[in-house]
């Protein structure tokens, strides 16, 4: 027991950032490593769809009236859905179409109640009663049913012209902006609460003390200090995005087939519970999966980012 | 107390007053027209004749004017007739309403009872092996997608089992209280687990902070039995986020419904409102919609009343 050791620890001790530290705390959490290791290989399961689309040469809309239902084979190893398409290549790409509205509608909808809470929680008053009722007032919607009218709004009738609403395009974008334009409120009351107990620091009222201006305020000194339940928040949106698309195409008012998307390719599922049952479970599976993991994940995060956290 | 309602109500009916604006606008953005229907029926309709017709229902006046002629005559209870159904807008919307709140309050009670018991359970020890079971199903109840429930429930028992009919409120001639009742169980389930996740985790959490406080210490200390300490002593004070949370949840209880009612075939609200807007019905899904919107704001109105009486030191401002 010499003394250079026990100088050396707290030494060791400081030279960890915090990030490194979270990062220590996430790992001994088991559900929520076992959940980033479960995404990453759906992501890899999704994007193997790419290689497999240019150098094997496999169509995800190959239709073939000659193949329909067939089980399972070497050739379509999942079998062919009822129009005799490869089940397991629609579902690659219809993970791609999930995950990637997942991410961008949770971008959009997480940075605009991020904006909105920021705001409202820094400049208080008139500012913050306004936006917090237009929150509350959002809060107060039937969601599901709102979804479904702003999925069936006809995009001609704004002004857009005929080919482009009829597009694959189009309805991607459309659905990734009617999430956003529902799921942000979440996010954008925990930001505000979390504004409201940093702007009262010391620190900041030093920075606005020495002239800065709440432009700079927000990103330099709010921002970074209220990132944590942040990030826990943006990642529990992104599974119930994924949720609001399921459901959506499902509906018939998310993507637009012939583009697979997890939800849309149960849309005859009612009559293939009797026809095909397989092709009823596999989608469904594979939004519960990522969904669930995309929970506990977050789970973990929060636990990694409070260090008072129960276990 | 009373200002703090009033004024609650008052909040209440402005947002009601806002979103039945909005609610409006949308639906004028659903393709087709109101008139769309008529003419299909009337081949030998003259450009004369579709104009007289759209200066007779109004359709030539710009928004703001119709919105305002249909809020007067919704205000005294006039909310039109469904072009599916031929009915007037209420005689259609009852029923399913009706049906609606059946399916939602069952499953509420369902799902409250089981994720007491569940949560309550699993805070006992926490991170123990029960726990970490309970978890894992709370944590599948939120991640489930509800409509691929309802099918999967279909798949099993009414496809392999045939334990419970697939679909629908009642058999063709028979439709006694023991037919209802069997075509509700699978509704019903599907709806109460997909709720029952997140209150169990609600519950638990909640649970294993009472009952790390020191009046639960104190009553151990004074030798309460172990199911009294957590019965009595602990429970009381951790319902009082749960059930806050619950009555919040009732109108998010509303989007499983419509899932549920659709998958089953059920004459519901949601389904109402899902046909509606499919078959261009626009007064049924326009009413439809704001009846939803009610049934959200008047939980969300009773759960912070509920708070507020649940615990005195909360107060209302």
């Known amino acids: 027991m010499s003394a250079t050791t026990a100088t050396a620890v707290p030494r060791t001790e400081a030279a960890i950032g915090p990030w490194r530290l979270r990062w220590r705390r996430f790992r001994r959490h088991r559900a929520g490593m076992a959940s980033l290791v479960v995404l990453l290989l759906l992501a890899l399961f999704c994007l193997a769809a790419i290689p497999m689309q240019h150098v094997l040469g496999m169509d995800p809309d190959a239709t073939d009236l000659l193949a329909r239902f067939d089980p399972p084979s070497a050739e379509h190893w999942l079998g062919t859905d009822e129009a005799g398409r490869d089940e397991l290549i629609r579902l690659m790409v219809g993970g791609q179409m999930s995950l990637l509205v997942g991410l961008l509608a949770t971008a959009v909808g997480g940075i605009f109640g991020l904006v909105v809470g920021v705001f409202a929680g820094y400049f208080g008053g008139r500012v913050d009663a306004l936006l917090m009722r237009f929150t509350d007032g959002m809060i107060a919607l039937p969601l599901l049913p709102l979804l479904i009218v702003l999925g069936a709004v006809d995009l001609t009738k704004l002004g857009f012209s005929s080919e482009f609403a009829r597009s694959g395009a189009a309805g991607f974008w459309r659905i990734v902006i009617i999430i956003a334009i529902v799921d942000w409120t979440a996010i954008a009351r925990l930001v505000r609460a979390a504004t409201l107990s940093i702007k009262e620091r010391d620190f900041v009222r030093a920075a606005r003390a020495s002239g800065a201006g709440p432009l700079y305020v927000m990103p330099t000194h709010i921002l970074p200090n209220v990132a944590t339940p942040i990030i826990v928040a943006f990642t529990l949106t992104v599974g119930r995005v994924i949720l609001f698309e399921s459901v959506l195409s499902f509906l018939g008012f998310g993507i637009v087939p012939p583009t697979p998307s997890w939800g849309n390719m149960l849309n005859n599922a009612q009559e293939l519970v009797t026809t095909a049952p397989a092709l009823a479970v596999y989608p469904g599976l594979l939004i519960f999966v990522t969904v669930i993991a995309v929970n506990f994940l977050g789970d973990g995060l929060q636990h990694a980012f409070d260090p008072r956290s129960e276990r | ?317």
């Open chain 2, 1 to 317: 107390m009373t200002r703090y309602i009033l004024r609650r109500i008052l909040q209440a009916l402005l947002v009601l007053l806002v979103m039945s604006f909005v609610i409006y606008s949308l639906i004028g953005l659903m393709p087709g027209d109101p008139l769309d229907i008529m003419l299909a029926s009337n081949p030998g309709a003259t450009p004369e004749v579709v104009e007289h017709l759209r200066k007779l229902y109004g359709l030539d006046q710009p928004l703001m004017l119709r919105y305002l002629r249909w809020l007067q005559d919704a205000l005294v209870g006039q909310f039109g007739y469904s072009r599916t159904h031929s009915l007037p807008v209420l005689s259609v919307l009852v029923p399913a309403l009706i049906q609606t709140c059946k399916l939602m309050i069952i499953s509420f009670i369902a799902s409250v009872i089981l994720a007491f018991i569940l949560g309550i359970l699993a805070a006992l020890k926490p991170g123990g092996i029960l726990d970490g079971v309970i978890s894992l199903f709370a944590f599948a109840g939120i991640s489930v997608p509800v409509f691929w429930l309802a099918l999967m429930m279909i798949l099993v028992f009414a496809v392999k089992l045939h334990w419970f009919p697939a679909s629908g409120i009642a058999t063709v001639g028979d439709g006694g209280f023991r037919d209802q009742a069997l075509h509700l169980v699978m509704p019903v389930i599907t709806l109460a687990l997909a709720s029952t996740g997140g209150f169990t985790r609600y519950v638990r959490a909640s649970m294993i902070e009472v009952l790390r406080m020191d009046h639960v210490r104190t009553a151990r200390a004074k030798g309460a039995a172990e199911w009294r300490v957590v019965l009595v002593h602990a429970f009381r004070n951790a319902l009082i986020p749960v059930v806050t949370i619950m009555a919040l949840s009732f109108g998010v209880l509303f989007n499983g419904a419509l899932l549920t009612e659709t998958m089953f075939a059920q004459p519901g609200m949601g389904k109402m409102i899902y046909d509606a807007i499919l078959g261009n019905d626009f007064n049924l899904a326009l009413t439809g919609l704001l009846f939803a919107t009610v049934v959200t704001l008047l939980s969300n109105l009773v759960a912070d009343l509920a708070y507020g009486w649940l615990d005195p030191r909360i107060a209302l401002t």
